[in-house]
């Protein structure tokens, strides 16, 4: 069973940066991807992009396109989202969720909220 | 941009069977997915690719797809599962689409 642990809570200035670690344990397999999803209060759930860490290749959704950079450490089994030119509107939980490339089960973090406030 | 829509909200009374639709176009080409969010939780996978249930996921939850639908079926609902459901599905670039989540009420 894959277990997810993310960063803590951020409190950012807009027009500020943040960045979210999450960390996988218990992957007993290379082939898989980490995708970025995140919860804008009392809203859905919207992608922003994810990264195969075996093959280093990322893709974004076009809403994020430019402010968004997510990479990954294979040797530690860990991914980080980070969002740049931060606004109010980014106030949100963000959830990382890993993906087995066998099976295309989903295993998701446990979130990290991140308020952008003046 | 490609959408899943799913209603809004679906009630159901203790033991009664919970049905909850997610339509797309792009269904009958892609999997979907289904995700368990309660209150101040994390999201949790109950159904993958249509209709395979993870490891841990009690029977009463099954999926099924028919053309550009995709159900979530919850047998003899329980109190527990009073939560939001999110189906989830890929468009032709394979990004990630979420529907926009029902909120099942057990009454």
């Known amino acids: 069973q894959v277990q997810l642990v993310q960063s803590g809570a951020e409190v950012k200035k807009p027009g500020s940066s943040v960045k979210v670690s999450c960390k996988a344990s218990g992957v007993t397999l290379s082939a898989y991807t980490f995708s970025w999803v995140r919860q804008a209060p009392g809203q859905g759930l919207e992608w922003m992009g994810r990264?195969?860490?075996?093959?280093?290749?990322?893709n974004y959704a076009q809403k994020f396109q430019g402010r968004v950079t997510i990479t990954a450490d294979k040797s530690t089994s860990t991914a980080y989202m980070e969002l740049s030119s931060l606004r109010s509107e980014d106030t949100a939980v963000y959830y990382c969720?890993?993906?087995?490339?066998?099976?295309?089960?989903?295993?998701w973090g446990q979130g990290s909220l991140v308020t952008v406030s003046s | 941009s490609y959408e899943l829509t799913q209603p809004p909200s679906v009630s159901v009374s203790p033991g009664q069977t919970a049905r909850i639709t997610c339509s797309g176009d792009a269904l009958p080409k892609q999997y979907a997915y289904w995700h368990q969010q309660k209150p101040g939780q994390a999201p949790v996978l109950v159904i993958n690719k249509d209709s395979e249930r993870p490891s841990g996921i009690p029977e009463r939850f099954s999926g099924s797809s028919s053309g550009t639908t995709v159900t979530l079926t919850i047998s003899g609902v329980q109190a527990e599962d009073e939560a939001d459901y999110f189906c989830?599905?890929?468009?032709?670039?394979?990004?990630?689409?979420f529907g926009g989540g029902t909120k099942l009420t057990v009454l």
């Open positions: 989830q599905s890929a468009d032709s670039n394979a990004n990630w689409v």
């Open positions: 969720a890993w993906v087995d490339g066998a099976y295309d089960y989903i295993f």
């Open positions: 990264i195969i860490p075996l093959l280093d290749i990322t």
